[in-house]
């Protein structure tokens, strides 16, 4: 059975991360999704805010295990028994930061490898910073989150905006 893990901040979860999920279903037994806790940007959601939007949406879809973590993310896809990690890569921007992170992985753990995939055209332009701008200023981002992740944004940034 091959094994990835699929680590991320997911601040929410979009519909460019879930692509991203299904089509690393395509290569790999197993996935595990793992909501970073402790990430060095600052978060709209609490971690347990972003977990559990991330087992709503993709929670039961045979091959995905959603998880949290904590520390480093080499240790924690070895703790699962893993030692894949999969990345998205969207731009060149990503490929420099993306580019980084896994050579920094590679020196903590050399048995590991991280996969990329390439973003579908469609999601090409996501990303969750923008999606939250875009729910701040009234935009309308059903295109590109669930209803359900769409609906936890319009509570929480409605809120912070009285
Ligand atoms: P992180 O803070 O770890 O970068 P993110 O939740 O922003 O966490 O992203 C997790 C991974 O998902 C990254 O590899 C990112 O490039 C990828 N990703 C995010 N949005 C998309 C998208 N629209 N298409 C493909 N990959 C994406």
Redesign the pocket.
């Known amino acids: 059975m091959s094994k990835a893990v699929?680590?991320?901040?997911?601040?929410p979860?979009?519909?460019?991360?879930i692509?991203?999920a299904e089509r690393g279903l395509k290569i790999f037994d197993e996935l595990t999704v793992a909501v970073?806790r402790n990430?060095?940007?600052t978060t709209l959601f609490s971690a347990d805010e972003r977990v559990e939007m991330v087992r709503e949406v993709l929670e039961g879809v045979p091959g995905v295990t959603v998880d949290s973590y904590t520390g480093m993310t080499v240790d924690y896809v070895r703790s699962v028994g893993a030692n894949v990690i999969?990345?998205?890569?969207?731009t060149i921007s990503?490929f420099e930061?993306?580019f980084q992170?896994a050579l920094t992985n590679r020196h903590f753990a050399d048995d590991m490898e991280t996969i990329?995939?390439?973003?579908?055209n469609e999601?090409?332009?996501?990303?969750?910073?923008f999606i939250k701008e875009a729910v701040a200023l009234g935009g309308d981002v059903s295109a590109f989150v669930p209803l359900l992740v769409e609906e936890h944004l319009k509570k929480k940034l409605t809120k912070r905006s009285r």
Do not use: C, N, Q, W
């Not at 699929?6 to 601040?11: K, L, T, V």
């Not at 999601?123 to 910073?129: C, E």
């Open positions: 699929y680590p991320g901040s997911f601040d979860i979009s519909y460019g991360h692509d991203l970073a990430v060095s940007k999969l990345r998205g890569i969207r990503d930061y993306e992170m990329f995939m390439m973003t579908s999601y090409s332009f996501l990303s969750s910073h």
